[in-house]
């Protein structure tokens, strides 16, 4: 009886034991620091995406001016934001490769040399074509910069702070395109339309440079990676074409409702659908096949990370499409300025900077479910009220919705790459940064094409701009467009809930 009365005591000492040791681990990872130098690192590197991000948008408040300068038509002055999200798009997928073959600093430092060349020639550029090949240079470090951030952020980052830091990150990628607009309306205002890439010199010399230079660090060695030039090609081969299709459908579609010729257009659109997707195709069989290929796409074979994904891609063509439609509908249906059409997108950036970081907290905290579910039921309400008040908006109403759905969408979004980055293999993380990047700017560039599409379908045969019959035409079409978005976000959810369901059996069999 002793004896087993000691062993029953051994035995629930031994559990209290683990049970405390389990706990005072728990408790360790809950206090994990975040070194200094990886927050000055997402700084330096951070501050250099946000510049590049935030030029991509503010150009498209200027277009008026730039077509009075250089004396060009709307469907060429366009090609300012076109060429340099083409450029981003195409650099994006080396990142992987850059991540594995150089060191971060090098890449900081290149990010940084394209980033200032680009805006010199910006300042003293007087000729479109000069305009253009500035907006490439600013287009390669853009593109250079954002993923490595990320990079950064997911190598470095203590276990349990990875959400937080994720939201860090997603302010870049989340609030630089909302407050574009506000800043180019801005400074144009009071200022020479160059004036903006006078003030972006000195934030990186006197700011990004230094702080990257002392914090930038490697924390894992680099390989002897080989670049596929057949596969970088074919990659951005696609993108290209899959953009310039919808460039060239928005405005074979609009040139046909107005009684145009839209026959170039339409063409060009198809023969560029076919370039893409063709070039899409073998970029992915290749992939397969090679020894060393330029994106290692086997960790998309999991649904659960294919979902994500598609969610992933799906949400960017609501939440960056949203700066041009609100500017838009303000201007031309409420028929406000530029400037405050530009400022009534500022509440809900301003509201994405406060809650990314806070959402990547609550990641940390309770998981994926309800932080990401949670963030876009929240965040499709806003949409929902626009539809519903569409047709008797006003500038409150309208910054008012917007930011509700900023609400949401800053809460979640940076969630749903960290948890699908956080359930592949970690040397595979730099070709899924490098996938979603790109996915996250391919979607931005469809939700300008998608939308701008609809808004002119709806104005055409409407009469003059600034008459009632404009005006009306312009406030259905924003009805339109918030429909579209609706379903959108819904789809996205979908994809989101069938991941966690997939995730959910997995972890019931464990």
Not at 72 to 91: F, K, N, P, R, S
Not at 215 to 234: G, K
Not at 428 to 449: E, H, I, R
Request: proline share 5%; aromatic share 8%.
């Amino acid at each position: 009886m002793e004896e087993r009365n000691i062993t029953t005591t051994t035995a629930a000492t031994e559990s209290q034991a683990i049970t405390t040791n389990a706990g005072t681990q728990e408790a360790a990872i809950s206090d994990e620091r975040i070194p200094g130098k990886l927050i000055g690192a997402i700084v330096a590197v951070g501050s250099l995406a946000f510049i590049g991000i935030l030029t991509e948008t503010v150009m498209t408040v200027l277009f008026p001016q730039l077509m009075r300068e250089f004396n060009v038509d709307t469907a060429t002055v366009q090609w300012i934001t076109t060429i340099y999200l083409l450029v981003v798009a195409a650099t994006m997928p080396l990142s992987s490769y850059l991540n594995r073959r150089f060191k971060h600093r090098t890449l900081f430092l290149a990010a940084v040399a394209l980033a200032v060349l680009g805006s010199l020639i910006m300042i003293v550029g007087h000729a479109f074509p000069v305009i253009l090949i500035a907006r490439v240079i600013q287009g390669m470090g853009s593109g250079v910069a954002t993923p490595l951030m990320i990079n950064i952020i997911l190598e470095q980052s203590p276990k349990s702070k990875v959400g937080r830091l994720m939201g860090v990150g997603s302010l870049v990628i989340t609030v630089a395109p909302a407050i574009g607009p506000t800043v180019g309306g801005a400074v144009s205002s009071i200022l020479p339309w160059r004036a903006i890439f006078v003030i972006v010199i000195p934030i990186i010399l006197l700011v990004s440079l230094p702080v990257g230079l002392k914090c930038v660090e490697q924390h894992r060695p680099t390989e002897e990676a080989r670049l596929n030039s057949l596969q970088f090609v074919s990659i951005v081969l696609a993108l290209c074409g899959l953009v310039m299709f919808l460039n060239q459908a928005g405005v074979a579609v609009s040139a046909a409702v107005s009684g145009g010729s839209a026959t170039v257009s339409a063409v060009f659109a198809v023969v560029s659908l076919i370039v893409g997707l063709g070039a899409l195709l073998f970029f992915g069989w290749s992939s397969k096949r090679s020894f060393s290929p330029l994106i290692r796409l086997g960790w998309l074979r999991d649904p659960m990370v294919l979902l994500h994904l598609i969610a992933y891609m799906l949400l960017p063509i609501v939440g960056i499409g949203f700066g041009y439609v609100i500017t838009n509908v303000a201007q031309l249906s409420l028929g406000t300025s530029a400037f405050l059409s530009g400022a009534l997108v500022l509440p809900g950036a301003l509201i994405g900077a406060f809650f990314a970081p806070v959402g990547g907290m609550l990641y940390d905290r309770f998981g994926p479910v309800r932080p990401i579910l949670g963030a876009f039921f929240a965040a499709i309400c806003g949409p929902i009220l626009l539809l519903v008040f569409s047709m008797r908006l006003t500038p409150v109403t309208l910054a008012g919705f917007y930011f509700i759905f900023g609400f949401g969408y800053s809460l979640g979004f940076s969630n749903i790459m960290t948890n699908a980055l956080r359930n592949i293999a970690p040397q595979f993380m730099p070709d899924g940064n490098a996938v979603f990047n790109t996915c996250l700017q391919f979607g931005g560039a469809a939700g300008t094409a998608l939308f701008s599409t609809i808004l002119s379908v709806a104005q055409a045969g409407s009469g003059a701009e600034g008459s009632d019959a404009f005006r009306h035409a312009t406030a259905v079409g924003g009805s339109w467009t918030f429909a579209t978005m609706i379903g959108i976000v819904a789809i996205a959810i979908c994809c989101l809930i069938a991941a966690f369901r997939i995730g959910a059996k997995r972890n019931s069999r464990l």
